[in-house]
């Protein structure tokens, strides 16, 4: 068994409830006549030098929440707890999770230079009391996580002589441990362990989504000096990655970012990114959640290497295309520098690491207003209304419609923003500082400002991920095709049969349904797609966040989209009630009959430039595709997908489950298709021995 | 020119180099009891009724149609060295009309593959050859006699076309299909390897036998001699393999 499996064993095993509260509590206590911000900052020291550490048998990168764990009297407990409520809580609408730290800065300061760095902008703002308490603020969190360091050191010194522990690993660790109290991190081994012990530290902090970002760029220097040196070897990198990997929780999404592509253009692949992506591909666990950068100066070899990670079932990594993320952000106004030097957050949010408060989005679902527009504004499945108050019937063109649709939406995205911002912006930001999130912004640190009080290079931004664009352009291609052009149906008989769900009305829905779709390169269907984005991307565009930053839209509503379906009612795609919508940026499942070509040419006929949040298209590909020769020609795939100016793919090996499951509910697996040399078929069309045979086949692969 | 086609494949990978579309020409002059696309072996539509539902297959499509279609994935074409493939049924049967595409296609920088059993006068083959970039020939026995009572045609008209194709120059593939009962015995591989390399062939594609064609013969209502023929064994395509490779350099589809 190789280490980071039986770390893995270890790191799986029960432990006990989590109880940060407890810890920030006692921080808090010592300094209870504190100004409210340093009493946080005091809850947050108290967390980082008071919870428990715990080093696994295997470890030998360290940093877990297993100590954490208060076990004595309740009442403590529960005291705590209560006392920490009532102080109340940033949340994700007010930018808590969702961040990448400049681990860059971190890395070439250490913790001495950062305490250094703090000093320094304490002795410039000296006149502001203000910044000054801030400062304060970020230098006692700052010494608490010193302590957290200086806990794992004394613990792995603690452990010598045990059974059980390895005492080469444990001086390991606590050489990692000590040299990061002193000294900025000189080794690479030094820097992921300086790297994870942030991570830990936010996950002490309860924060989610918290993105490791562009880990082959910050790390490189500190690698290809071991390297040169002679000090590590490849296969060590990726045994002290999986190491690190091993102990992301399965629960959390944390992005990790590889390749790109430097401000000259060229490739920003090294050694490091094939390393991490060895790491993220033998560990094989959802926790990690990874994104290559790809651009047209991608090395072959690296795309291919992806993919048959992406093939081995794991689906990661995620392909980003640089050739659109990069102009996406820059239409945003940031500086060139920064953007080339983008990461994400959560699943696939562009994000600037260091520059910018977290990250905050939300839903906004468009099908419910083509049903405003059919009903006189008032929906027929929640107790909501649009503006519309036209008749259906008055409605006597498909520009007329596109009209009343565009009103809508309009008034639609101008609340979701004014109710965004309430919310944002409704408390005082300068009474939920983050003292040690703002450690990890260089500029933060020079203004003496919080991360979310003005700290940050730039503003907050947050993204609106839309929902349903493939139901969205099918409805509207429908409704084109058979009430205006085939006026083989009138707007109020539409409406009434989406009303019954097509009750009574079959042969109008077979109609709808036989209407051109969106993914299958026909215009007709596409261009609503090209619409949808087009029209919702300026009217986001007209609205600001409290802070003065910018609202991107992302078209990346995973799961969501089966949630949603479930609220809305038939749509005139001939979709009936309570179906999923179309997810993320997908055409609708199971209506691009054409093939994964024609699909991508509809998918890439959107201008994503104007999506500065991001994209996810999913496509599904039986396992020989991720073979030989064959692997090659889906790599092409990716780049005539990208240089036509597609922003994302996430692919997906169809996996034995899936093929098992299909056939026993062919419903749900309309598109799964069977290729052989000059044949091919629909998979759920075969005879169950037949539909044997390939599992069998696909046994052997 | 218009001509009867089955469907258009986009995205066909496993049909010779990079992505590909397959043009399926609907018609065929042979009846191999084993085929895989019976829907194509009439000239006129079909319907295949699926237990979801009735589907036809069989449309006359004209040239520019077809045309425009095939150009739609040209961008995949350029980046993954692929191209079109003239597939069926057989090509050969609508050698004018798809001479007409062909000259097209050509013209427009996109590589051609014809896919062919090779059973027709030599004048169709001979018509599409300026604009063939590669022949996928389907080699399924040596046997003159097998050919006529299992096929059902003249194996001297597909070996004349061979020849005449091979001496000019022309760059083919020769397919075999792996048909239990039918070639894949000791005997008949060793007069099919014999015949090849007369031909002075030096490498093959070896095609497993696979009955995933079933569903359509149930929705067309016909029999299939070979609904219950399991896929062949590792094994066994081992063994043909390796009987293959004492003559040639031997690629197997997986
Ligand atoms: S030659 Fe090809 S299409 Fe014609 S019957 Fe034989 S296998 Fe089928």
């Not at chain 2, 469907?7 to 065929?28: E, M, P, W, Y």
């Not at chain 2, 427009?108 to 006068?121: K, N, Q, V």
């Amino acid at each position: 068994m190789k280490l980071y499996e039986a770390l893995r064993e270890e790191f799986t095993a029960p432990r006990g409830k989590f109880t940060p509260a407890y810890y920030r509590f006692l921080g808090m206590r010592e300094h209870i006549r504190a100004p409210l911000p340093l009493l946080r900052a005091y809850g947050v020291a108290g967390l980082f030098s008071y919870a428990g550490t715990h080093i696994h048998k295997n470890d030998l990168i360290v940093g877990c929440l297993r100590g954490a764990s208060y076990v004595g009297p309740q009442e403590v407990l529960e005291h705590a707890n209560r006392f920490l409520a009532s102080l109340g809580k940033r949340e994700f609408w007010t930018n808590d999770s969702h961040f990448a730290p400049d681990y860059a800065y971190i890395l070439t300061r250490g913790l001495p230079g950062l305490h250094e760095d703090i000093e320094n902008s304490r002795a410039v703002h000296a006149a502001d009391p203000d910044r000054l308490q801030t400062l304060e603020g970020m230098t006692v969190a700052l010494q608490g996580f010193g302590r957290l360091i200086a806990n794992y050191a004394a613990a792995a010194e603690g452990l010598f002589g045990l059974d059980d522990y390895d005492e080469d690993r444990l001086s390991f660790i606590s050489k990692n441990c000590r040299a990061l109290l002193c000294a900025a991190p000189s080794t690479f081994a030094e820097g992921l362990q300086l790297v994870w012990f942030c991570h830990t530290a936010f996950m002490l902090e309860e924060r989610g989504a918290m993105a490791l970002g562009r880990m082959d760029q910050y790390l490189y220097p500190l690698y290809a000096a071991d390297i040169a040196a002679g000090r590590l070897t490849d296969e060590e990198a990726v045994e002290l990655l999986c190491n690190t990997f091993t102990k992301i929780p399965t629960s959390d999404v944390v992005n990790i970012c590889i390749g790109g592509t430097e401000t000259d253009g060229s490739t920003s692949v090294n050694g490091l990114s094939r390393c991490i992506l060895q790491a993220v591909r033998a560990c094989n666990a959802p926790g990690p959640n990874l994104s290559a950068r790809i651009s047209k100066e991608t090395p072959e070899d690296f795309l291919l290497a992806c993919l048959e990670s992406i093939g081995t079932g794991l689906g990661y990594p995620a392909l980003m295309n640089d050739e659109v993320n990069i102009p996406a952000l820059l239409r945003m106004g940031y500086e060139k520098e920064d953007v080339y030097n983008y990461c994400m957050v959560g699943c696939i949010e562009n994000f600037l690491a260091g520059q910018q408060p977290a990250w905050s989005d939300g839903r906004f679902d468009v099908p419910r207003f083509i049903d405003y527009v059919l009903n006189g504004g008032i929906s027929t499945y929640n107790n909501s209304v649009g503006i519309t108050r036209t008749d259906a019937d008055s409605i006597s063109s498909m520009k007329d419609f596109m009209s009343l649709l565009e009103a809508e939406l309009s008034v639609g995205a101008a609340e979701y923003c004014a109710s965004f911002n309430a919310k944002n912006g409704g408390i005082r930001q300068d009474a939920f500082p983050s003292p040690f999130l703002s450690c990890f912004c260089r500029e933060c640190v020079e203004r003496g400002l919080d991360i979310n009080n003005g700290g940050t290079k730039y503003p907050s931004a947050h993204g609106a991920v839309l929902m349903g664009v493939g139901t969205t352009a099918d409805s509207l291609a429908a409704i084109e095709k058979v009430v205006f052009t085939d006026r083989a149906a009138t707007l109020s008989e539409l409406r009434d049969a989406l009303a019954a769900n097509f009750e009574g009305y079959e042969d109008l829905q077979k109609m709808l349904l036989a209407a051109p779709k969106y993914g299958n390169n026909d215009d007709f269907a596409d261009k609503y797609a090209v619409w949808f984005l087009d029209f919702l991307a300026g009217e986001f565009d007209r609205f600001r966040t409290p802070d003065n930053g910018r609202f991107y839209i992302a078209m990346a509503a995973n799961v969501q989209n089966i949630y949603a379906g479930r609220r809305i009612g038939a749509t005139p795609d001939g979709r009936k009630a309570g179906e999923p919508l179309s997810d993320a940026a997908s055409p609708t499942y199971g209506r691009d009959t054409r093939g994964a070509t024609s699909t991508l040419l509809s998918v890439s006929k959107p201008d994503y430039t104007k999506v500065a949040c991001g994209t996810v298209i999913n496509q599904k590909f039986s396992p020989s595709m991720f073979e030989g020769d064959k692997l090659k020609k889906l790599a092409a795939l990716v780049r005539t997908y990208f240089a036509r100016g597609g922003q994302e793919i996430q692919m997906n090996a169809t996996s034995r489950e899936i093929l098992l499951d299909a056939m026993d509910h062919p419903e749900k697996y309309p598109t799964l298709v069977v290729r052989v040399s000059g044949f091919s078929e629909y998979y759920v069309r075969l005879a169950r021995e037949v539909q044997l045979d390939i599992l069998s086949r696909t046994q052997h692969e | 020119m218009d001509a009867n086609i089955a469907n258009i494949q986009h995205f066909s990978v496993g049909d010779g180099d990079g992505i590909r579309a397959t043009l399926f020409f609907k018609g065929c002059n042979l009846r191999c009891p084993w085929c895989h696309n019976p829907e194509t072996l009439s000239a006129a539509p079909v319907t295949l009724n699926y237990p979801a539902g009735a589907q036809i297959c069989g449309r006359r499509m004209t040239e520019d149609a077809i045309f425009a279609e095939l150009t739609e994935d040209a961008d995949f074409y350029r980046e993954s060295g692929g191209g079109v493939t003239f597939s069926g049924g057989e090509v050969l049967l609508q050698a004018a009309a798809a001479a007409k595409l062909a000259a097209r296609l050509k013209a427009a920088g996109i590589s051609l593959f014809i896919d062919t059993a090779g059973y027709a006068p030599f004048s169709a083959v001979e018509a599409l050859i300026p604009f063939a970039d590669a022949w996928l020939w389907d080699y399924k026995t040596a046997s003159p006699q097998k050919f006529r009572d299992t096929v059902g045609g003249d194996l001297s008209l597909v070996e004349e076309n061979l020849q005449k194709l091979l001496s000019e120059g022309a760059s083919v593939r020769i397919r075999i299909p792996l048909i239990p009962g039918f070639n894949t015995a000791e005997e008949d591989v060793s007069l099919i390897c014999a015949r090849l390399k007369e031909f002075g062939i030096t490498k093959v594609d070896l095609l497993p036998f696979h009955r995933l064609g079933s569903g359509k013969y149930e929705a067309l209502g016909l029999a299939y001699a070979y609904r219950e023929t399991p896929p062949q064994t590792a094994e066994e395509k081992s063994r043909l393999r390796k009987l293959y490779e004492n003559y040639f350099t031997v690629t197997m589809e997986s």
